[in-house]
């Protein structure tokens, strides 16, 4: 896989932003997702009671998950469906393993699933000799360019549609400079087509889990994930402890604000539910931490586990548009991945939560009210005492000069004016600040307003 | 009433018209106003950089200063809300309940409080409404675009009482601007790319000024219009508010 990792979200991003011409196509192209996703909240007039709902829905999950998880996991053994826990994502790449193996599967087709992605199951796998094709058109597209996805559900919305044509050209044989997207999607089709009558075992990610019926949902607009789990002798699905609803009717509220929120469709075109094998059918299901418990105990970070991964907060977001997705450097990327991140890595991760101006969109458009920005805050409090500041380089070098502001140096400075344009760091027309590298500074004026409002006051007592 | 005027930092080094704007429109509509001289700053700086335990001090000096006052006003919709949020006191706790209770941005002080209904102002220009995102969505100065939820906003009311103005209509109503604070130097690229589309939505729509209830905003978006030698100025709310013949 490509990696990233010597880079923190400013430098890649100050890559992504070198083409003027793409960045306005991709800021564009998420805005006009998220102009959608107003269009169809707003034809609801219960729009923000189903948030409301929804993320009390959630917090009921999270506040009850052990006793959900038990009758989940009951419900799925009274259907059929073989039940493990995974701790971590090694666990879980050997229990994908394990299943495979036992039935002496080499290849795997899998689709709509993150959580894999997260585990780096695909690699995993490849190195004991099992090959996994991602169904999924944008994350199929990825696995060729041996990329991770740059979105959760755009997967591949960073390239552009010649980029793809010369992946097909090399990959597909597709005549060189084709790109229209037609005729690309009718050439993975027929690749895909085979590929799914071919293999044995399909992997899907979950939606929703339904503790009350032990059955789980999929929604997808291509239909690939469907067409994995039907035509395989072993269907796998993995899913995070968090994805779980208490019953069948929360899906009322889930269904109609997932598609909306994600790309402004009412629903998405298949949302399949997923209940007990076939005959001669085999059903795994996986309960996967890796984390999640850790984030759970974190009282401010906790309802972070109430995503629903709409990607609607990565769409409204103008970092998001104006960096990239791989400029996050983790899985999940955007507003949401920058707080669930620190979780799994806070070193490696310390840069994300500052990859952002805490405009706030991101917790308007959630429609399970995760207040993002206020973690995304609270996250920067908690990386600058855990003593990681440092590891987000331009932020250590940067940022932090910023912030020598220190209230003492005001208090003592006398004149706390003199004191703020020696240290404000952009004050400084140098090459080395970031500040006027693209922007002018303020023109400073003869007088403060404090200096012109002592003179005023003692010229009005002399009056 | 008694006001007390709270003049953010670099407003009081960079921006004192503004200041003066304020002190005077506030002195026109009868508001008794008092500048404690010894204000500094509001903590964000620090805070937003993860540094909020060292704005103990910053915090103290705030309550220091603006305890007693009826109501504390700013011409800044970012400072307030972070002292509305943020401030605390171990040894005065209640009375930086009572300061978080009482401060107001200019435009909501103007609305809320003295309920204005009518100004002499005039301002002949083309102007385009910059929300700043901390008076959007943190002081809730206007409706959200995100939400499904009855349209409202207090500075586009304001500004319709002046005479001569024109509003002029953006493309994206409600987008960041990319100053953040810190973020303007530590994602410096990210920050002058959302600056620059904000300047083109504003320039392309015909502005003439770009205006907000935020000077830090506006700071970011005066340095990228100066470095492309652009003829758009930009100008607070409340200078307009406040502007004769």
Known sequence: MKQSQNKDHAALAEDFIKDNEHVNWHDGALWYIREKRDLA????????????????IKSNVISNLHEYLLQFEANLQKNGVKVYWAA?????????????????????????????????????????????????????????????????????????????????????????????????????????RNIFLTRRAALTGVNFAVAETGEYVVCTNEGNADMGAHLSEVQIASMGIEKLIPQKMHLAIFLRLLARSATGQPITIYSSHYKRPREGQEMHLILVDAGRTRQLGRADFRDSLKCIKCGACMNTCPVYRKSGGLSYHNTISGPIGAILAPNLNMKQHADLPFASTLCGSCSNVCPVKINIHDQLYKWRQVIVKEGYAGNAKSLSMKAMAWTLSSPGNFATAGKAGRWFLHKLPFIVNNKFNPWYKQREMPEGPKESF?????????NDKKE | ???????????????????????????????????PPKQTCCGQPMANAGFEHLTTGCNQLFIDNFSGFDYIVAPSASCVLHIKDHLHSDKNEDQAAIIRANVFELVEFLTDILKVEKLDAVFPHKVGLHHSCHGLRGLHLAQMSELNAPLFSKPQRLLNMVQGLEQVDLDRLDECCGFGGSFCIAEEAVSVKMGKDRVTDHTKNGAEYITSSDLSCLMHLEGILHRNKSSIKIVHIVEILNATV
């Open chain 1, 450 to 458: 404090a200096e012109w409002y002592t003179k005023n006051k003692e």
């Open chain 2, 1 to 35: 009433m008694t006001v007390g005027l709270f003049i953010p930092c670099y407003v009081n080094q960079f921006y004192p018209d503004a200041a003066k704007a304020t002190l005077q429109l506030l002195k026109k509509l009868k508001v008794d106003v008092i500048y």
């Open chain 1, 41 to 56: 909240s707003k034809q609801i007039p219960e729009w923000e009671a189903l948030r409301e709902a929804a993320s009390k």
């Open chain 1, 88 to 192: 971590d994502a090694e666990e879980h790449n050997a229990i994908v393993y394990s299943i495979l193996k036992a039935k002496e599967i080499t290849e795997m087709v899998k689709s709509k699933s993150m959580l894999t992605e997260e585990c780096g199951l695909n690699e995993y796998l490849f190195e004991r000799g099992i090959e996994v094709i991602n169904s999924d058109l944008g994350e199929y597209i990825q696995q060729i360019d041996n990329e991770p996805p740059s979105h959760i559900v755009l997967p591949c919305i960073h390239k552009r549609k010649e980029e793809i044509g010369e992946l097909f050209h090399k990959h597909l044989g597709t005549e060189k400079g084709l790109s229209d997207p037609t005729l690309l999607t009718r050439v993975a089709r027929k690749h895909l």
